[in-house]
């Protein structure tokens, strides 16, 4: 049995579409089962509630082989770390106390960064916390996320332009989604593995943010450039947002790492999906499809 958390997020929705597709046996923890693909809900073993919950996990654990950990944001936290260490932590106990063989969780690229790192830091806490469970356990290691450009689709479309607190002409490791998706499947289908480690999920070649502009253009055929935020700016739109102060300090603290380099250099190679095939996939239909005409 394969437990799935976040079913109904983004990277969880794709983990269990694709786990299903393989006729893997496979158990959902939902908060609400009925954003469930129909499908899902009958084909699927569901467990309404939350993975942060010692009840929950006790029930959708029972028989459990391998589990897929994935902590759902919260704006609000008045602490992040301490938000993933409270589903980290009765994860871990009920690892333990069922005997789950393996345990694949989505944290970040650049764990043993020594400088404050906000969000970062609370997933490697995660990371720490997860691998004292006694299983076999895997760190998906994404940095950022292509879909982040989603948010700005009306600013590509509108204004020609996006906007991140980057330096222009420093690589920028990024990631589709659905990479992780891929990877996290690979590892809950496979009873091979042993031990702890890192897997880094990111497209093969970086890019800087003038880059990506460029790209942008490309794919949409029209001009769109890359303006650089200031901190102080990225702080005033999470605040503006009504993320708590803590989560706003954490994501300034992110944005500063990233720039500092918390990533390393991308190895290069074959492998993972790159910013030009995930804009023609997946951004140019979304810019098209704030263009179309709506109808009655």
Same mark, same amino acid.
């Given at each position: 049995?394969?437990?799935?958390?976040?079913?109904?997020?983004?990277?969880?929705?794709?983990?269990?579409?694709?786990?299903?597709?393989?006729?893997?046996?496979?158990?959902?923890?939902?908060?609400?089962?009925?954003?469930? =693909?129909?499908?899902?809900?009958?084909?699927?073993?569901?467990?309404?509630?939350?993975?942060?919950?010692?009840?929950?996990? %006790?029930?959708?654990?029972?028989?459990?082989?391998?589990?897929?950990?994935? /902590?759902?944001?919260?704006?609000?936290?008045? *602490?992040?770390?301490?938000?993933?260490?409270?589903?980290?932590?009765?994860?871990?106990?009920?690892?333990?106390?069922?005997?789950?063989?393996?345990?694949?969780?989505?944290?970040?690229?650049?764990?043993?960064?020594?400088?404050?790192?906000?969000?970062?830091?609370?997933? $490697?806490? @995660?990371?720490?916390?997860?691998? %004292?469970?006694?299983?076999?356990?895997?760190?998906?290691?994404?940095?950022?996320? @292509?879909?982040?450009?989603?948010?700005?689709?009306?600013?590509?479309?509108?204004?020609?332009?996006?906007?991140? =607190?980057?330096?222009?002409?420093?690589?920028?490791?990024? /990631?589709?989604?659905?990479?992780?998706?891929?990877?996290?499947?690979?590892?809950?289908?496979?009873?091979? $593995?042993?031990?702890?480690?890192?897997?880094?999920?990111?497209?093969?070649? %970086?890019?800087?943010?003038?880059?990506?502009?460029?790209?942008?253009?490309?794919?949409?055929?029209?001009?769109?450039?890359?303006?650089?935020?200031?901190?102080?700016?990225?702080?005033? &739109?999470?605040?503006?947002?009504?993320?708590?102060?803590?989560? /706003?300090?954490? @994501?300034?603290? @992110?944005? &500063?790492?990233?720039?500092?380099?918390?990533?390393?250099?991308?190895?290069?190679? *074959?492998?993972?999906?790159?910013? &030009?095939?995930?804009?023609?996939?997946?951004?140019?239909?979304?810019?098209?499809?704030?263009?179309?005409?709506?109808?009655?």
């Amino acid at each position: 049995m394969i437990v799935v958390t976040t079913p109904t997020g983004t990277i969880g929705a794709a983990v269990a579409a694709r786990l299903h597709a393989t006729g893997a046996p496979l158990r959902l923890v939902a908060r609400d089962p009925a954003r469930l =693909p129909e499908h899902l809900r009958t084909d699927a073993e569901v467990v309404a509630g939350s993975h942060a919950d010692p009840a929950v996990l %006790d029930t959708a654990l029972a028989d459990a082989g391998a589990l897929f950990v994935l /902590v759902p944001p919260d704006y609000t936290a008045p *602490d992040v770390t301490e938000h993933y260490l409270r589903f980290a932590r009765p994860i871990a106990a009920a690892v333990r106390a069922h005997g789950v063989s393996r345990v694949v969780a989505v944290s970040s690229l650049g764990r043993g960064f020594t400088g404050p790192s906000g969000l970062l830091a609370a997933a $490697w806490a @995660m990371d720490s916390a997860l691998e %004292d469970s006694g299983a076999a356990y895997r760190s998906l290691q994404p940095p950022f996320f @292509m879909e982040n450009l989603l948010r700005q689709v009306d600013l590509i479309r509108d204004e020609g332009r996006f906007v991140l =607190p980057a330096d222009p002409d420093a690589p920028l490791p990024a /990631v589709a989604t659905a990479d992780i998706a891929a990877a996290a499947t690979a590892l809950l289908t496979d009873r091979t $593995w042993t031990g702890r480690a890192g897997v880094p999920v990111r497209q093969p070649v %970086d890019h800087t943010p003038r880059e990506l502009a460029q790209i942008i253009s490309e794919t949409l055929g029209r001009p769109v450039t890359y303006h650089r935020a200031t901190f102080e700016d990225h702080r005033a &739109r999470y605040t503006a947002a009504g993320a708590s102060p803590a989560v /706003v300090d954490a @994501m300034v603290e @992110m944005a &500063r790492a990233q720039a500092a380099g918390v990533y390393p250099p991308a190895p290069g190679g *074959d492998g993972g999906t790159t910013f &030009r095939q995930w804009c023609a996939s997946t951004l140019a239909p979304a810019v098209a499809q704030r263009q179309a005409p709506l109808t009655p």
